[in-house]
């Protein structure tokens, strides 16, 4: 088996799978049920797991998640002992999991976290991963979808329906568009059963962006619970999207702080913090030529939404009505990928200053919003 080569996309997602994780594993230790339960019983399947590492040592996704579970539960103070971590692990390539096993059972983590291994299809894994849980009563499952390509036959719309039937789960998708802008032309079959696309249409979509709009837009029709899903466009140097990564969740507080941890990775200004390590430039191996390329590149694959965004989304529903702060609150959560820590002092503030809106009222919460025609 070979192993994959640590590409910078591999390592941007990462970062952002990472953030979610911990927010969420956090969360549901230290939360209870609607019932006053605890959640007893917190499952995190990865039907695309790859062998746990990349060329040179870099940690892959099953690896990231055990050592953020385990770090949680090892800094826990009153130890929840009646919790269970489950995770189960699969890649359709049998010496990719052996791999991966090798390389856990080397480790020592703590002993709530039970793993399971398969080497099958993902879509056979999704229905046996739901099957085994359901039985479970309090609990709550993430499931992180990351394949190299779109297809039915990869991870199907039936699968990730199936997923989602169930109110106790989330899903990471890693939608790679570019795919299927690279090759619908050629193979058009591959993707119209994934996408619904009509066969034989001429009316074949060109853009990643209109590719994730069919994908989400079919999975809220097919759907027949609430459900919330949040985009972010990852683009490349010369500004072509790569990949989605699509959040999708039942619950508008969990859809809130997965926007929130998001956010707080990427470069929206909202969270930007200096790093306070400008000195240590000085000392880097590289020079300053080398520098100015490397942070390039860092940048080059970027989140495309910027908070600036936010003001267009807001004119474009608001446009010549008058509301108040709570339905701009609720819009915002429900509809778009930004949180509320981007509503006031980033959009409606700058938005008053340049004349767009007129605010009645003496603080912001209980103001009417008068948007201009
Ligand atoms: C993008 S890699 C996963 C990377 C991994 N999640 C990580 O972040 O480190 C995709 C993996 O899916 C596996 N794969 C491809 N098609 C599959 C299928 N239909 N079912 C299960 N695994 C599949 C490949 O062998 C590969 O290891």
Same mark, same amino acid.
């Given at each position: 088996?070979?192993?994959?080569?640590?590409?910078?996309?591999?390592?941007?997602?990462?970062?952002?799978?990472?953030?979610?994780?911990?927010?969420?594993?956090?969360?549901?230790?230290?939360?209870?049920?609607?019932?006053?339960?605890?959640?007893?019983?917190?499952?995190?399947?990865?039907?695309?797991?790859?062998?746990?590492?990349?060329?040179?040592?870099?940690?892959?996704?099953?690896?990231?998640?055990?050592?953020?579970?385990?770090?949680?539960?090892?800094?826990?103070?009153?130890?929840?002992?009646?919790?269970?971590?489950?995770?189960?692990?699969?890649?359709?390539?049998?010496?990719?999991?052996?791999?991966?096993?090798?390389?856990?059972?080397?480790?020592?983590?703590?002993?709530?976290?039970?793993?399971?291994?398969?080497?099958?299809?993902?879509?056979?894994?999704?229905?046996?991963?739901?099957?085994?849980?359901?039985?479970?009563?309090?609990?709550?499952?993430?499931?992180?979808?990351?394949?190299?390509?779109?297809?039915?036959?990869?991870?199907?719309?039936?699968?990730?329906?199936?997923?989602?039937?169930?109110?106790?789960?989330?899903?990471?998708?890693?939608?790679? +568009? &570019? !795919?299927?802008?690279?090759?619908? /032309? %050629?193979?058009?079959? $591959?993707?119209?059963?994934?996408?619904? =696309?009509?066969? #034989?249409?001429?009316?074949?979509?060109?853009?990643?962006?209109?590719?994730?709009?069919?994908?989400?837009?079919?999975?809220?029709?097919?759907?027949?619970?609430?459900?919330?899903?949040?985009?972010?466009?990852?683009?490349?140097?010369?500004?072509?999207?790569?990949?989605?990564?699509?959040?999708?969740?039942?619950?508008?507080?969990?859809?809130?702080?997965?926007?929130?941890?998001?956010?707080? +990775? &990427? !470069?929206?200004?909202?969270?930007? /913090? %200096?790093?306070?390590? $400008?000195?240590?430039?000085?000392?880097? =191996?590289?020079? #300053?030529?080398?520098?100015?390329?490397?942070?390039?590149?860092?940048?080059?694959?970027?989140?495309?939404?910027?908070?600036?965004?936010?003001?267009?989304?807001?004119?474009?529903?608001?446009?010549?009505?008058?509301?108040?702060?709570?339905?701009?609150?609720?819009?915002?959560?429900?509809?778009?990928?930004?949180?509320?820590?981007?509503?006031?002092?980033?959009?409606?503030?700058?938005?008053?200053?340049?004349?767009?809106?007129?605010?009645?009222?003496?603080?912001?919460?209980?103001?009417?919003?008068?948007?201009?025609?």
């Amino acid at each position: 088996m070979i192993l994959d080569v640590y590409k910078e996309q591999t390592e941007h997602k990462h970062k952002y799978l990472r953030a979610y994780l911990a927010t969420w594993f956090k969360i549901l230790i230290s939360h209870k049920t609607i019932t006053n339960e605890k959640y007893n019983q917190i499952i995190y399947v990865d039907s695309f797991s790859n062998a746990g590492e990349y060329t040179k040592h870099e940690k892959g996704s099953p690896l990231i998640a055990l050592e953020i579970f385990n770090n949680i539960l090892k800094a826990e103070k009153n130890k929840k002992l009646d919790i269970e971590v489950k995770c189960y692990f699969n890649d359709y390539d049998k010496t990719r999991v052996e791999y991966l096993e090798e390389l856990i059972n080397k480790e020592s983590f703590d002993r709530r976290i039970k793993i399971k291994y398969n080497a099958i299809t993902a879509n056979e894994h999704i229905v046996e991963v739901m099957k085994e849980i359901k039985k479970y009563s309090s609990k709550k499952a993430l499931f992180f979808i990351d394949p190299y390509s779109v297809a039915d036959d990869v991870v199907s719309l039936e699968s990730l329906k199936l997923i989602l039937e169930n109110n106790d789960t989330e899903i990471i998708f890693n939608h790679m +568009v &570019s !795919d299927v802008v690279r090759n619908i /032309k %050629n193979y058009p079959e $591959k993707y119209e059963t994934f996408y619904q =696309l009509e066969k #034989n249409t001429l009316n074949i979509p060109k853009k990643g962006k209109e590719f994730n709009d069919i994908f989400t837009n079919n999975l809220k029709k097919e759907i027949n619970k609430e459900i919330y899903i949040a985009s972010y466009e990852f683009l490349n140097t010369k500004n072509v999207t790569i990949y989605f990564l699509v959040f999708i969740t039942h619950h508008p507080t969990g859809y809130e702080k997965m926007k929130e941890a998001i956010w707080k +990775v &990427s !470069d929206g200004e909202l969270y930007h /913090k %200096n790093t306070g390590n $400008k000195n240590c430039e000085n000392l880097s =191996l590289f020079s #300053n030529e080398d520098n100015t390329k490397l942070k390039q590149e860092k940048r080059a694959i970027n989140i495309k939404n910027k908070v600036e965004d936010l003001k267009g989304i807001l004119i474009q529903k608001f446009r010549g009505k008058e509301v108040n702060y709570e339905e701009i609150y609720e819009f915002v959560l429900k509809y778009t990928i930004f949180t509320k820590g981007h509503i006031q002092q980033k959009t409606l503030s700058p938005l008053e200053k340049e004349g767009k809106l007129i605010r009645i009222g003496t603080n912001i919460s209980n103001s009417i919003y008068k948007f201009k025609e």
